[in-house]
Nanobody
Framework: QVQLVESGGGLVQPGGSLRLSCAAS????????MAWYRQAPGKQRELVAV???????NYADSVKGRFTIARDNAKSTVYLQMNSLKPEDTAVYYC??????????WGRGTQVTVSA
């Protein structure tokens, strides 16, 4: 089973940028569809972005045009570039690995806080 470790979270001002990384190990990274989820305090976990094994991408409406998901199979890493951040983007961000709609592994998460 694949293990996932996120990094890159932190505190950023509104309008700023962050890049999250998720390093995978323990399995063949290129076999998995990768995704980022987030969960804000008191809210349900939501899907933010997905990148398939064929590098097709999909985004939540709330982040379209601001966030970009990418993968580097040679480094077994998936990224989430977040630009024009808003306070409502504050959440714990989780990386997942799966196949189609089935999530097989979750990372432990990284906190992103957008505040002045």
């Amino acid at each position: 089973q694949v293990q996932l470790v996120e990094s890159g979270g932190g505190l950023v001002q509104p309008g700023g940028s962050l890049r999250l990384s998720c390093a995978a190990s323990g399995s063949v990274f290129s076999m998995y569809d990768m995704a980022w989820y987030r969960q804000a305090p008191g809210k349900q976990r939501e899907l933010v972005a997905v990148i398939t094994t064929g590098s097709n991408t999909n985004y939540a409406d709330s982040v379209k045009g601001r966030f970009t998901i990418a993968r580097d199979n040679a480094k077994s890493t998936v990224y989430l570039q977040m630009n024009s951040l808003k306070p409502e983007d504050t959440a714990v961000y989780y990386c997942t690995a799966g196949k189609v709609t089935i999530v097989l592994s979750w990372g432990r998460g990284t906190q992103v806080t957008v505040s002045a």
